[in-house]
């Protein structure tokens, strides 16, 4: 069990009301607050040893250059990767994927490949593959959702196919909820010889992951969904595979001699670390995955859970709310979409209350929720909404502030039957 009060006493955020009433802040998954540890660690580098890293021979810049690359390690240990060497910073996890479509992609695909995606990805990890496939005429592929709002296992064999040259799936669905099985589609990927991509960006925060026993050759994740600040992201590669890519972006730092009209290529990871990076907020990345170490990520996880459990539970008692997900805490993270359905079909998209004015009501009531199509275009049409309301929750979260929730979302209905 989380100590959540004294959790929340290190947020200072969290402590104040919005619209005179206390701040309930579930919107987790489109970023999270951050802890004062990591906040101090942002202006204890600009107070005191801000400079650039990697190229000074003076104190200051080696005890910057120490401090960022002591991240590295401290991300490697976090998931498991064998080697430090592996670990890239980019700007986020968006920046990650698109580093692979481009440095991976653009040497290893060509005419009718083919790359398996899932219905349930966000753009960030869709976009990157779309605008590579048209590149080089290749064919994406979609494993379906089922009813339940899982993937379809069934399906994903016949899907998986000797032209599959890489299949890139969310750890988590950001709208859903659902946590997938990564593990399983790696293997399967494997058999066929093609890649495994990872999209950590919801899963990592609330599950942590260990790349060496799932065996991905990518991961890519994102600080500020999990207590780090904005402006840092990670892509893991496996190191063979880094080592054969082409540089993403090219400039300083990623090279190792240069003459006017060529250049041979810094080592991994620095060839993918182009230009001055975003030092004091890895530095403060690194504080926020120690503490979430020092918490302890199967207790973020088993909070989360019961979490889940309650909301659901909570949320299915509210009249004619729909929700969009697995309903079970055990293969769903803390990620509930919903909308309140249709009576009678009185819209052809199924919902009576934009989830628009769903959060801009409960924000009266001082609770920070998501409304919208959440990046996952292609979902809400499979879907047919327009978007869902999305609470999401972490470890700082409490059942009151759930009650909250569902107390604000008897507000919502009030103001709509005053219509
Ligand atoms: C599943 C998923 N993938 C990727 C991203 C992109 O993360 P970022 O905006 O930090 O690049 C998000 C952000 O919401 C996400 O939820």
Redesign the pocket.
């Known amino acids: 069990m989380l100590n959540v009060q004294k959790i929340r006493e290190d947020f200072p955020i969290l402590n104040q009301k919005i619209h005179d009433k206390p701040l309930a802040y579930l919107d987790n ?2 970023t999270s607050q951050k802890p004062k540890v990591v906040i101090d660690a942002i202006t204890n580098y600009y107070n005191w040893y801000n400079s650039n890293i990697h190229r000074g021979i003076h104190t200051l810049s080696e005890k910057a250059t120490e401090a960022y690359e002591n991240v590295r390690k401290i991300v490697a240990d976090f998931i498991k990767a064998p080697d430090p060497e592996e670990i890239i910073f980019t700007r ?3 920046e990650a994927v698109n580093l692979v479509a481009y440095a991976w992609g653009r040497k290893n695909i060509s005419t009718g490949d083919e790359i398996l995606l899932t219905e349930m990805e ?1 753009h ?2 869709l976009i990157p593959w779309q605008i590579l496939a048209k590149e080089k005429k290749a064919v994406l592929r979609f494993i379906p959702i089922t009813q339940n709002f899982t993937l379809d296992l069934d399906k994903i064999e016949d899907l998986i196919t000797s032209k599959t040259k890489l299949v890139a799936v ?1 750890q988590m669905s ?1 709208v859903l909820g659902t946590i997938n099985p990564v593990k399983k589609i790696a293997g399967l990927a494997h058999k066929a010889k093609a890649l495994f991509l990872i ?1 950590g ?2 899963g990592v925060p609330h599950s942590g992951i260990d790349v060496a026993n799932v065996n991905c050759d990518f991961l890519a994740f ?1 600080a ?2 999990m207590l780090g600040p904005t402006g840092v ?1 990670v892509l893991y590669g496996k190191k063979k595979l880094l080592e054969e890519m082409d540089p993403f972006i090219a400039g300083g730092s990623m090279i190792l001699e240069v003459w006017q009209d060529r250049a041979t290529w810094n080592k991994v990871p620095y060839k993918y670390e182009a230009g001055t990076p975003n030092i004091a907020d890895v530095i403060a990345f690194g504080e926020a995955i120690k503490y979430l170490q020092n918490i302890g990520m199967e207790n973020v996880r088993n909070h989360e859970k019961e979490l889940t459990a309650y909301a659901l539970k909570k949320l299915c008692e509210t009249e004619d709310l729909t929700i969009y997900g697995p309903k079970n805490p055990e293969l769903q993270g803390g990620i509930i979409s919903f909308n309140f359905s249709a009576k009678g079909g009185s819209d052809s998209v199924g919902i009576d209350i934009h989830p628009h004015d769903v959060g801009t009501i409960v924000d009266q009531e001082g609770v920070a929720i998501r409304a919208g199509h959440h ?1 996952c275009q292609p979902l809400m049409r499979k879907l047919g909404i327009p978007g869902t309301a999305r609470a999401s929750f972490y470890i700082y979260n409490t059942k009151e502030e759930i009650d909250q929730l569902t107390f604000a979302l008897g507000k919502v209905k009030e103001v709509f039957a005053r219509l």
């Open positions: 998954g489109s986020n996890a968006t966000h960030s990890n969310t950001n999209d960006a919801q994102t500020h969904k992201g990046c």
